[in-house]
């Protein structure tokens, strides 16, 4: 049986802007400003909640360094948070997430999601071992799990996350403290853009453990003892 194994050429640290969820927006902030490194994160996909009158970020892109074209965490084509917190989207690579599909039911007052993931075939190992998986394929997706168990297993743990953080929001919008629509949906141009992680702690002050990254900001209040600073 042959077994996915990444070859650490850094490629997908280069391949183009990573896309993170709300609370990894939170903890790469957190850990770049203490090892003193600059990155610029921007809001990718939002919805405009009502009430408060601002937009909720779910989503957000980290931008690659201008200069080295490449992740601002990779150095020496190393990932520098590997040890600390490495996004789920890098840990699953390269299985990752192809199309993201955000489904709302204004009635019933709920949002979810439905993520199609896929293979990056830019991935040189994906290209090697291509007639294996296809053959794999052929039987069913879930065999996958088989070729790379812990990309898929991290893919998972994205996705739960994910319906995690929106069926917070929907408890909200359905006990009346939120109203949301689609970002596309609201014209409120200038309204302010609020991650949705810190929205969510102000209604659930225990959400670092709803999410299990309790233990992830943990170690960042330490990162200067980690890394000897
Ligand atoms: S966070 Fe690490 S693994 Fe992810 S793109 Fe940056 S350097 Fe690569």
Same mark, same amino acid.
Request: glycine residues 2%.
């Given at each position: 049986?042959?077994?996915?194994?990444?070859?650490?050429?850094?490629?997908?640290?280069?391949?183009? /802007?990573i896309?993170?969820?709300? &609370?990894?927006? $939170?903890?790469?902030?957190?850990?770049?400003?203490?090892?003193g490194?600059?990155?610029? #994160?921007k809001?990718?996909?939002?919805?405009?909640?009502?009430?408060?009158? +601002?937009y909720? =970020?779910?989503?957000?892109?980290? *931008?690659?360094? @201008?200069?080295?074209?490449?992740?601002?965490?990779? @150095?020496?084509?190393?990932?520098? $948070?590997?040890? $600390?917190?490495?996004?789920?989207?890098?840990?699953?690579?390269?299985?990752a /997430?192809?199309? +993201?599909? !955000?489904?709302?039911? *204004?009635?019933?007052? &709920? +949002?979810?999601?439905?993520? *199609?993931?896929?293979?990056?075939?830019?991935?040189? =190992?994906?290209?090697?071992?291509?007639? !294996?998986?296809?053959k794999?394929?052929?039987?069913? /997706?879930?065999?996958?799990?088989?070729?790379m168990?812990?990309? %898929?297993?991290?893919a998972?743990?994205?996705?739960?996350?994910?319906?995690?953080?929106?069926?917070l929001?929907?408890k909200?919008?359905?006990?009346?403290?939120?109203?949301? =629509? /689609?970002?596309?949906?609201?014209?409120? %141009?200038?309204?302010?853009?609020?991650?949705? !992680?810190?929205?969510?702690?102000? %209604?659930?002050?225990?959400?670092? %453990?709803?999410?299990?990254?309790?233990? +992830?900001?943990?170690? #960042?209040?330490? #990162?200067?003892?980690?890394?000897?600073?």
């Open positions: 049986m042959i077994r996915f194994k990444c070859i650490l050429e850094g490629l997908c640290c280069r391949l183009s /802007p896309t993170i969820q709300s &609370f990894e927006a $939170i903890i790469l902030l957190e850990i770049a400003k203490k090892l490194i600059r990155i610029s #994160i809001p990718s996909y939002k919805v405009y909640e009502r009430i408060n009158r +601002v909720l =970020v779910l989503s957000y892109i980290l *931008e690659l360094d @201008k200069d080295s074209r490449s992740c601002p965490f990779l @150095k020496n084509n190393k990932c520098l $948070i590997h040890n $600390i917190y490495k996004p789920l989207i890098c840990r699953s690579f390269p299985y /997430p192809k199309q +993201v599909k !955000y489904l709302y039911n *204004e009635e019933l007052k &709920f +949002v979810t999601a439905h993520v *199609e993931y896929g293979l990056s075939t830019k991935c040189p =190992v994906i290209k090697r071992d291509k007639k !294996y998986i296809d794999l394929m052929k039987y069913t /997706p879930a065999t996958l799990y088989q070729y168990p812990n990309e %898929y297993h991290s998972i743990e994205a996705e739960n996350k994910r319906l995690l953080i929106l069926k929001l929907s909200l919008w359905r006990r009346g403290l939120i109203d949301i =629509v /689609p970002a596309e949906k609201a014209y409120k %141009y200038d309204a302010p853009h609020v991650n949705t !992680y810190i929205f969510l702690q102000k %209604y659930y002050p225990n959400l670092p %453990y709803i999410l299990g990254i309790n233990k +992830v900001l943990e170690k #960042i209040k330490d #990162i200067r003892r980690i890394w000897g600073q």
